[in-house]
């Protein structure tokens, strides 16, 4: 497996606060990576401390596998919160003024507003842009120097329904046909759970859990639930029937099936037929969001 970050015991004391508290991490290479966590826990200090904008009181990373963190970090695109633009400026004005900055051919920069959308911009000035094609800027102007890793730090922030949506078909482009991987910070949940590969939990300073997409999907699924005299035999005889999925036998008797289970009579009669009493049957479908909110309590 290969990776584009890695930390290790990250914090960051502010105060005598840990504002970052031993944060271990890993974000694979390809991935869309979601960095979940409430305003103030912590997402935009982690960044910082990264990007070289804040220095880690304690722990250590590892960026693009370099030795050399400031080469590591000329590899890296971001963009932290608002971008800053120059609003008198048109877009391309804006692109290759930060070439120019980072000391990158100015060239590139039609086709980087072509990439993100704004091509056809024209002598139309940054401060006449609505908010989504200012984010698709800052998203251009990080993608000066064809980084391979993007740091987002709450990219689709304040937008309205059709700017969030523009974001996320970019980042989507970015991944899937220019081979970017991007690292994610965000409390908008709902949009995360469409583009994220794997997630990040933070609460209060501390990584509280990583998982993959399959992983959210698996712990969010829909799962079946029967009440039984007798997990462990119903069990034995539930794994005999077509069409089920894994199964889990609680010491209370329940038992829990991973999906939802359509032949719920064929079920019932198999286990009646062999002395099993069963007291009751419920489905249960959580959400992502659900499980997110619930972890960001925990921290």
């Known amino acids: ?60 990373f590892e960026l693009l596998s370099e030795k050399d963190i400031s080469a590591a970090r000329r590899r890296t695109g971001s963009l932290i919160e608002s971008p800053a633009l120059y609003a008198n400026m048109t877009a391309l004005e804006n692109i290759r003024l930060y070439c120019t900055l980072l000391g990158v051919d100015k060239s590139c920069a039609e086709d980087i507003l072509k990439k993100v959308g704004l091509s056809d911009t024209g002598k139309k000035k940054a401060r006449d842009f609505s908010l989504g094609m200012k984010q698709r800027l800052g998203i251009g102007m990080a993608l000066v120097g064809d980084p391979e890793f993007l740091i987002l730090d709450e990219p689709i922030n304040g937008l309205d329904p059709t700017g ?76 005999k029937l077509p069409g089920i999925g894994n199964i889990e036998a609680k010491a209370d008797g329940t038992i ?36 997110f909110i619930k972890k960001m309590e925990e921290g």
């Open 1 to 60: 497996m290969e990776y584009v970050l890695r930390t290790d015991k990250l914090t960051k004391v502010y105060s005598g606060q840990k504002v970052v508290d031993e944060v271990t991490l890993n974000v694979e290479r390809g991935a869309v990576y979601g960095f979940v966590g409430k305003n103030g826990a912590g997402k935009t200090t982690f960044i910082r401390m990264i990007l070289g904008l804040a220095n880690p009181t304690s722990g250590s």
């Open 164 to 239: 969030i949506v523009e974001i996320r078909e970019l980042l989507l482009e970015l991944k899937d046909k220019q081979g970017k991987t991007i690292f994610i910070s965000s409390h908008i949940l709902g949009e995360l759970e469409k583009i994220a590969t794997n997630y990040g939990i933070i609460s209060k300073g501390r990584l509280v859990e990583e998982l993959t997409s399959a992983e959210l999907e698996e712990k969010c699924g829909i799962r079946t639930i029967i009440k039984t005299n007798d997990s462990v035999k119903s069990a034995e005889i539930i794994k």
């Open 256 to 291: 829990i099936i991973a999906d939802k289970t359509e032949n719920i009579g064929m079920l019932t009669n198999e286990l009646f037929k062999n002395g099993i009493v069963v007291s009751g049957i419920s489905s249960l479908d959580s959400d992502a969001e659900s499980y």
